[in-house]
Every structure is written in C-alpha cells, then in structure tokens.
C-alpha cells in the first residue's frame, strides 16, 4: 500500500476533489443569506455552563486535596504549600459560584468546617512536621465528610490516598544537585 500505482492516485485524488467540491456546495446552500449575516450579532452567545456542586467538588477539590496529602505524604512541603493554596482557592471559587447551596450560605458553611484544618495543615507545612501534617490532613479529611453529611450525601466519603492516581506525576520531594 505503500507505493500506490498511478490508477490509484488518480482514483484517490478524484475521489478526494468531488468530496471537498461536494461538502463546499453544502456549506453555500446552508449559509444563510448576506443579508441576514449583515443584521445578526458579531458573536454568537455560547449558553452559559452551570456546574453543579458535585462537578466543581471533583473536578477541582477533591484532586487538590488527593494531591495536597500526597505531597504531604512525601515531604514535598514546597509542593504541598502550592497545594494548599490551591485548595483554598478551590474552595473560594466554589463558594463564589455556588454561594447558595439548598438552604445554605456556601461560604459560611465551608468556611466554619475547613479554616482551622486547613490553618493546621499550613502550620505543618511551615514546621515541615510530617506527624503533624499527617493528623491535621486528617482532621482535613475527617472535615469533608462532615461537610458530606450535613449536606445528606453521606456516602460520599474522602479518604486519605493510599495511592498516587497521578501516574505522571512525581510527588516526592526533589532533590537539588
């Protein structure tokens, strides 16, 4: 197939002309008239993407805070100081978009049960004290699923990581030449 003969490439190309002639004559008959593209806005609006609770929580805390205790873990404290600002920037943009959830005032709530764990998962950080980081990441931990079940989603439960589901990327600590 490598070395097509001349039939063939003649074929293909023929083939290959009467499709783009084909699908370009499409495109002019569906194109709406001058006249209509004159009076229509510069910018087609794209419908507005609301995501819910559940999605901004996967998509943006649960991976910062699986990422957070796996640096922790390895004594990556650089590593996990980013992390931790970014959970928390995680948390305001949540609070920010959702600011009401049911009943309740999305940044009271998630500020009354994730300051002092996140302050103590900073002082550990600072301390660069792994037993500390541990029990506060913990208490972190144990904060989300309280979170979960005042919110009457009970069975979504966070763990610690036992294991890095971010094959490609290195948590430990980098070691300087």
């Known amino acids: 197939m490598r070395h097509w003969n001349r039939t063939a490439r003649m074929t293909w190309g023929l083939a290959l002309a009467a499709a783009i002639e084909v699908s370009g004559r499409a ?24 995501p819910s609770l559940g999605d901004l929580m996967t998509m943006a805390i649960q991976p910062r805070h699986t990422k957070l205790g796996l640096a922790g873990r390895e ?19 949540v609070a920010r978009t959702i600011p009401i959830y049911r009943t309740y005032d999305m940044t009271a709530i ?11 998962v900073e002082r550990a950080i600072k301390a660069q004290d ?14 989300c ?3 979960h079940l005042s919110q009457d989603h009970a069975a979504v439960v966070i763990r610690v990581p036992g294991t890095n589901p971010y094959a490609d990327q290195d948590f430990h600590r980098p070691v300087r030449p």
């Open 27 to 50: 495109a002019i008959a569906q194109s709406p008239p001058a006249a209509a593209l004159a009076s229509a806005p510069a910018a087609i609006a794209q419908p507005d993407y609301h």
């Open 75 to 93: 004594g990556n404290w650089p590593y996990a100081a980013y992390e931790l600002s970014e959970l928390r920037n995680a948390f305001a943009r």
């Open 110 to 120: 998630i500020g009354a049960l994730t300051t002092e764990p996140l302050n103590a």
């Open 130 to 143: 792994a037993r500390g980081f541990n029990a506060a990441y913990a208490q972190l931990t144990t904060a």
């Open 145 to 147: 699923n309280a979170c």
